[in-house]
């Protein structure tokens, strides 16, 4: 069955770097694209847009420019979303999921808590 | 990009109730939408996609409808298990699919 399995919670100071990873099973990792969504505490869904698992040509929506890079490692079909320069509103729950629209498929989320 | 407008963003209702909500786009979309349940702690489940195809599994009590800018989300007769927030997305372009913000339906 197909399954997304993203990396643990990461407890981050402002200024450092972090990097999620979305380990996918249970299908051919480069048939679909893998799409980001932000959600912040109490929050709704923001998307942040996908990687061509193909090529690995990344697409950011707006407001996800500069300081946010997703890449990929296709020989372990494993998905990757890096912020660097974190601040306090990238406290959030970090979602990957299968496709580049909708999705039935998504990972468990991953939090990441920006504090000093 | 493409702003995707849900009303209300809070919603009561009893079990049993039919409960509609509304998504707007601010440009036409065709039918590149879909509807997602999102219980506390929970990922998000699609339930809808192309506005109207369920998706297999979900109760047929869920229906979508709607084209161009409008759209509404229906369940037809409320069950305990379908209080949560709803999102609509629109995914008519692939360098900007932006969700809506959420209608958190509560018991009354």
């Known amino acids: 069955q197909v399954q997304l399995v993203q990396s643990g919670s990461e407890l981050k100071k402002p200024g450092a770097s972090v990097k999620v990873s979305c380990r996918a099973s249970?299908?051919?990792?480069?048939?679909?694209?893998i799409e980001w969504v932000r959600q912040a505490p109490g929050q709704g869904l923001e998307w942040m847009g996908w990687i061509n698992t193909n090529t690995g040509n990344p697409t950011y929506a707006q407001g996800f420019t500069g300081r946010f890079v997703f890449s990929l490692d296709t020989s372990v079909s494993t998905a990757y979303l890096q912020v660097s320069s974190l601040k306090a509103e990238d406290t959030a729950l970090y979602y990957c999921a299968r496709g580049e629209t909708y999705s039935g498929y998504w990972g468990q989320g991953t939090l990441v808590t920006v504090s000093s | 990009d493409i702003q995707m407008t849900q009303s209300p963003s809070t919603l009561s209702a009893f079990v049993g109730d039919r409960v509609t909500i509304t998504c707007r786009a601010s440009?036409?979309?065709?039918?590149?939408l879909a509807w997602y349940q999102q219980k506390p702690g929970k990922v998000p489940k699609l339930l809808i996609n192309?506005?109207?195809s369920l998706e297999s599994g979900v109760p047929s009590r869920f229906s979508g409808s709607g084209s161009g800018t409008e759209f509404t989300l229906t369940i037809s007769s409320l069950q305990p298990d379908d209080f949560a927030t709803y999102y609509c997305q629109q995914y008519n372009s692939y360098s900007g699919v932006t969700f809506g913000g959420g209608t958190k339906v509560e018991i009354k």
């Open positions: 440009q036409s979309i065709s039918s590149w």
């Open positions: 192309k506005a109207s």
């Open positions: 249970g299908y051919t990792f480069t048939n679909y694209a």
